[in-house]
């Protein structure tokens, strides 16, 4: 369960609050503090760039229902953001959908198999769930049945889709699209094993003018960096 943002916010009765995604008109910058309506994706440097120095910026982080962090971040004087996951988070279901709904391309059909090196049920922990989440902003994750009433769990993102299947010998990948997704998710969901599992509240983060980092320190496999979303200080 997603804890209390605004505690995490720490608001003040004389903050200059900007409510990221928000209907309303957003206040005049600079900000005291930025609070994302809706979980996110990505961190977007407007936010930095229309705070004043000591800021807080909050944000759910994730759009999965399983495996989204609150994340707060504290606005430095060099124009730079850091900070971390402070707990785990839940996203709103319906906004995985509306998501996937938006998107103008997305495979339905994975290509020949190969066994699977690392097994996808490591993704119903909500923290590994948030590490491919972070390496992958655009992807989703789902569960479905196949006709053999099988387990197919599926790494989706657009152009691109990973099915993982149980057979009678154990897990198949079968991907197609301009990604080979779970090529790429299980270096990842190995060096988190590796790492001891470590829990979302190890992630720090980074918003600077051109990209956004994420990583858990001590472990070089598990660091990810992208560009800033071009977004209005008033939207995510």
Known sequence: M?????????????????EAGAAAPPNRPPYDKVLATRPVRRLPYAWVARSRPGAT????????????GLARLTVLPDGTAEGGII???????????????SQPYWITFAGPGRPARITPTLLSDPAAALLVQLAFPDAEYY???????????????????????????GWT??????????????????AWQEAGRPG???????IAPHTWTAWVPGHPALRWEHRCPDAPPGEV
């Open 87 to 101: 707990a785990r988070a839940d996203a709103l279901p319906g906004d995985a959908a509306r998501y996937a709904r």
């Open 143 to 169: 569960v479905t049945v196949g006709e053999d009433l099988e387990s197919i769990h599926c790494l989706a993102a657009p152009g691109s889709l990973a099915e993982v299947r149980d057979d009678t010998y």
């Open 173 to 190: 990948a079968h991907q197609s699209g301009r990604r080979a997704l779970w090529d790429e998710a299980e270096p990842l969901l190995a």
């Open 57 to 68: 910026l909050v944000a759910v982080l994730g759009t999965w229902s399983e495996g989204a």
């Open 200 to 206: 979302p509240t190890a992630v720090r983060l980074r």
């Open 2 to 18: 997603t804890p209390d943002i605004h505690q995490a916010l720490d608001l003040q009765e004389d903050d200059n609050l900007l």
